[in-house]
């Protein structure tokens, strides 16, 4: 649907002259409250689309005093993101703090996934906290289906180098 106009005049605001589109007859007294000087506006026998309107206008004689704006380039569309992963839940997964096991490289690797904006030394209390809770067997059952989120995860997203 078009929208169509009215009325369709040019006012001066701050040294500007510009057109102005509108079906209502109190728009006058808006442009005078926000400090337009020189408004005229007519009445249009028709409505009219705003092309239409400045077509008018500039039958009239009216002008504009700014150039008329250049449409926008079209821009390549933007590749679709990655999902993210799901955050696997690290919270009762006891490792070896020392940073030398294979379990607490996995639990570090969990945590870079879960908080991507921590630092590493974030990162490694994090984990080092989480250590101090025992692991029984309905958390190893987590940290198992973590683990193989984690290895579809990668499958998908990490590219082979």
Same mark, same amino acid.
């Given at each position: 649907?078009?929208?169509?106009?009215?009325?369709?005049?040019i006012s $001066?605001?701050?040294?500007?002259s510009?057109?102005?589109?509108?079906?209502? *007859?109190?728009?006058?007294?808006?442009l !005078? &409250? @926000?400090?337009?000087?020189?408004?005229q506006?007519?009445?249009?026998?028709?409505p009219?689309?705003k092309?239409?309107?400045i077509?008018?206008?500039?039958?009239?004689?009216?002008?504009?005093?700014?150039?008329?704006?250049?449409?926008?380039?079209? $821009?390549?569309?933007?590749?679709?993101?990655?999902?993210?992963?799901?955050? *696997?839940?690290?919270?009762d997964?006891? !490792? &070896? @703090?020392?940073?030398?096991s294979?379990?607490?490289?996995?639990?570090?690797?969990?945590?870079?996934?879960?908080?991507?904006?921590?630092t590493?030394?974030?990162?490694r209390?994090?984990?080092?906290?989480?250590?101090?809770?025992?692991?029984?067997p309905?958390?190893?059952?987590?940290?198992?289906?973590?683990?193989?989120?984690? *290895?579809?995860?990668?499958?998908?997203? !990490?590219?082979d180098?």
């Amino acid at each position: 649907m078009i929208k169509t106009f009215t009325r369709a005049g040019i006012s $001066t605001n701050k040294g500007e002259s510009l057109f102005r589109f509108t079906t209502s *007859a109190t728009r006058e007294k808006i442009l !005078v &409250d @926000a400090g337009h000087t020189d408004i005229q506006f007519f009445e249009l026998d028709t409505p009219l689309s705003k092309p239409d309107a400045i077509a008018y206008l500039e039958a009239k004689g009216l002008k504009e005093d700014r150039i008329a704006k250049a449409a926008k380039p079209a $821009t390549a569309p933007k590749a679709p993101k990655a999902p993210k992963a799901k955050a *696997a839940d690290t919270s009762d997964v006891q !490792v &070896d @703090a020392s940073g030398d096991s294979a379990a607490f490289t996995k639990a570090l690797h969990l945590a870079r996934i879960n908080f991507p904006s921590h630092t590493e030394t974030q990162l490694r209390e994090y984990v080092e906290f989480q250590n101090k809770l025992t692991l029984g067997p309905v958390a190893q059952a987590a940290v198992d289906d973590a683990e193989e989120e984690l *290895a579809a995860v990668e499958e998908e997203f !990490v590219p082979d180098f």
